[in-house]
């Protein structure tokens, strides 16, 4: 394998994988509290290869700030989830297939991202930012409640497929 350099199979994953995570982020991001994309980078990053998973992070970030428009929140997505999946791959070696685990990590990575997300609040005022902190405290806990339980009802069906892609494929 060349060094940073990516195959013809290899970008078109790393395109497939963008655009999932941008039609999860936009089918679910009018559910209020059901935050689905942190499950999804999360599982691509336990199943495909490292350098692939987190440039479909990238890739994808780059898309929903086209889609959305670039502002401070499209671009917090787009620093917040190839960070989560530098997260997920580094816990991996430690979580193994532990699906209690990953559904805490997940829970946890989605409960800061509503939390994060009120980082750009700080460009008005730091008590603007507190008070959006604040006020999407209770948001945020239901929202990394949710998708703990989504991961531990998802994780095994979702990495049985993804692995089977993933051999499909042979990336």
Do not use: H
Request: hydrophobic share 55%.
């Amino acid at each position: 394998m060349r060094s940073g350099q990516f195959n013809v199979k290899e970008l078109c994953v790393i395109s497939i994988i963008a655009c999932i995570e941008a039609v999860v982020f936009t089918s679910f991001s009018q559910v209020l509290y059901l935050e689905a994309i942190t499950l999804t980078v999360m599982m691509f990053a336990v199943v495909f290869d490292k350098r692939i998973s987190l440039m479909g992070a990238l890739v994808y970030g780059l898309v929903n700030m086209v889609i959305n428009g670039i502002t401070p929140w499209t671009f917090m997505y787009f620093l917040i989830y190839p960070c989560y999946t530098l997260i997920v791959i580094v816990m991996k070696s430690v979580l193994k297939d532990r699906v209690l685990g990953y559904s805490v990590l997940c829970g946890v990575l989605s409960f800061m991202t509503g939390q994060l997300l009120q980082v750009p609040y700080l460009l008005f005022s730091s008590k603007v930012t507190a008070f959006y902190l604040f006020a999407g405290l209770k948001t945020s806990l239901i929202q990394g409640v949710l998708s703990a339980v989504s991961c531990f009802v998802l994780f095994q069906p979702l990495r049985v497929v993804l692995k089977k892609i993933e051999r499909r494929l042979n990336v």
